[in-house]
């Protein structure tokens, strides 16, 4: 497949959010190269859970879970554009973001789960 | 392989009924504010679901075989991570298709010389595409959900039954507004054509989508893949 730059497209880049500060954007390869990363590693995360010898290791589910936040991160990064956008709605998302995250920890330990899990680890 | 830049942001001005004080498109702003809001309703959820994970007194369960005392009956592992993982799929092909339907709208002015820029930059196709996938994963959650009331697990049934449903129910209910969002766009993309003019209404649109698809990448993993 090939794409062709054009002029009317790059000028369309320039001044974003009306500052007058130029952004760089995703480009059609960006988003094909993103969706390919995140197929792979949907794929890993299938196999790990199949592979008995990862299941019984205590790093089953921190490895879950890394790759879990890095799809969450690179689908808002590029597919919501938040790395390209203005800061205000990085700080709108973000934001409830922690605070989600904060109160599901909160309530783990509060109920006894992340601490019979940590002390199951140590 | 060159690429053609994608604009990603509307650019407000001085005449624009949308603009606020911050220079920025209040519709924006306000899908922003909304999906932050999401976030704490699907971090609720989740909670409730991880709390209760591990704490049913009676089968079926998510990752274990359970027998029934009283009937003798042999219950499998509820779920089915093949099913789960082609949904898983096909919603993250469906954010492509979402993001390519954006770009399409954006560089609408553009002049298509080859045919696969002709592809691209159809927006009714990408749209549809979109829309097609989302009720694709809705028929997986429906064939899900009827297979487990089949084999015994309801809403009622237990604490994993009560907190999966309210989840991952919650989560299609989210799709499904979704696909009708898509849908509308298409209808009208289709009677007068979508344009750069148009492109926070289908940007706004892309990002509740996005949120949709991201809910369901940590509820991939917390659910279904740690046991």
Known sequence: MTHSTHPAADAAVADHHGAGIEHAHPTWSTYWKVATILTLITAVEVWVYYVPAIVQSRWFVPVLLIMSAVKFAIVVLFYMHLKYDHRLFRVLFTGPLIIAMTTIVALMFLFGKLAARVGAVG | ?227
């Open chain 2, 1 to 227: 392989m060159t690429s053609v830049p994608l604009t990603a942001g509307h650019v407000p001005d001085a005449h624009d009924p949308h603009a606020t004080s911050t220079g920025l498109d209040n519709k924006k702003i306000a899908i922003w504010a909304f999906i932050g809001s999401e976030c704490m309703l699907f971090a609720s959820l989740i909670s409730t679901y991880l709390i209760y994970k591990g704490r049913s007194k009676v089968g079926p369960f998510p990752h274990e075989t359970w027998t029934d005392p009283s009937t003798g009956h042999k219950f499998g592992a509820i779920l089915n991570i093949p099913v789960t993982s082609a949904s898983t799929f096909v919603l993250l092909m469906s954010s492509l298709a979402m993001v390519l339907a954006l770009a399409a709208v954006q560089n609408k002015n553009i002049p298509k010389r080859t045919t696969s820029e002709r592809i691209l930059g159809s927006s009714q196709l990408w749209l549809l595409a979109t829309a097609a996938l989302g009720i694709t994963f809705l028929g997986f959650q429906a064939y899900e959900f009827t297979s487990f009331v089949h084999e015994g697990l309801s809403i009622r049934t237990n604490l994993f039954g009560s907190s999966f449903f309210t989840l991952t129910g919650f989560h299609g209910a989210h799709v499904t507004a979704g696909v009708i969002w898509l849908l509308t766009l298409f209808a009208i993309d289709r009677k007068r054509g979508l344009g750069p003019r148009d492109e926070v209404n289908v940007d706004i649109a892309a990002l509740y989508w996005h949120f949709v698809d991201v809910v369901w990448i940590a509820i991939f993993t917390l659910v279904y893949l740690i046991k």
